[in-house]
T-cell receptor, first 115, second 115 residues
């Protein structure tokens, strides 16, 4: 089954304690990205990756890091989380060719609470 | 710059009524893609439709229909004979043909279907 898997689904942690949210896709997609969803703001892109070892900033990258060492994985790293990073996070993937009929596939989301 | 506007923050209707969710977009690209996603209370993002900028045909899928009008930069979504299960947050999103960036989302419309 084609899917994007995020872990953990829920996490409550404290300010300053480094955390990583993993994202893995099994569709051999080149393009992966991370979004955060906040009330009244919709979803905003944090980082994206066009392929292995190629990453770039989205609209709200401050406080986040990513890596793309393998095609299937795109972890989101919060080196020193702060309360304003409390949010619902989504990972997504799609084929690089945007002219294909495939929409972006989203994971089920990770709800982070930073105390 | 790209922008998606969903002016309706929240809509509440009684079951079996028809309801239209508005989406207005801005982009300078001639090639772009428009999407609608549904986010039920469980939180995941469910893909509903993808439309490219060269295809202005309206689409109907069961009780759902979409009206794409380039002249007014709108991509509205209508649910006919609404049901309680339609209650969700609906997002309209835009993706440019260049593929360098991710989806630009609207802020979402919270649709409440009352029994």
């Amino acid at each position: 089954e084609a899917q994007v898997t995020q872990n953990p689904r829920y996490l409550i942690t404290v300010t300053g304690k480094k955390l990583t949210v993993t994202c893995s896709q099994n569709m051999n997609h080149e393009y992966m990205s991370w979004y955060r969803q906040d009330p009244g703001l919709g979803l905003r892109q944090i980082y994206y990756s066009m392929n292995v070892e190629v990453t770039d900033k989205g609209d709200v990258p401050e406080g986040y890091k990513v890596s793309r060492k393998e095609k299937r994985n795109f972890p989101l790293i919060l080196e020193s989380p702060s309360p304003n990073q409390t949010s619902l996070y989504f990972c997504a993937s799609s084929p690089r060719d945007t002219h294909s009929n495939q929409p972006q596939h989203f994971g089920d989301g990770t709800r982070l609470s930073i105390l | 710059a790209q922008k998606v506007t969903q002016a309706q923050t929240e809509i509440s209707v009684v079951e079996k009524e028809d309801v239209t969710l508005d989406c207005v977009y801005e982009t300078r690209d001639t090639t772009y893609y428009l999407f609608w996603y549904k986010q039920p209370p469980s939180g995941e993002l469910v893909f509903l439709i993808r439309r490219n900028s060269f295809d202005e045909q309206n689409e109907i899928s069961g009780r759902y229909s979409w009206n794409f009008q380039k002249s007014t930069s709108s991509f509205n979504f209508t649910i006919t004979a609404s049901q309680v299960v339609d209650s969700a947050v609906y997002f309209c999103a835009l993706y440019s043909g260049g593929g360098a960036d991710g989806l630009t989302f609207g802020k979402g419309t919270h649709l409440i279907i009352q029994p």
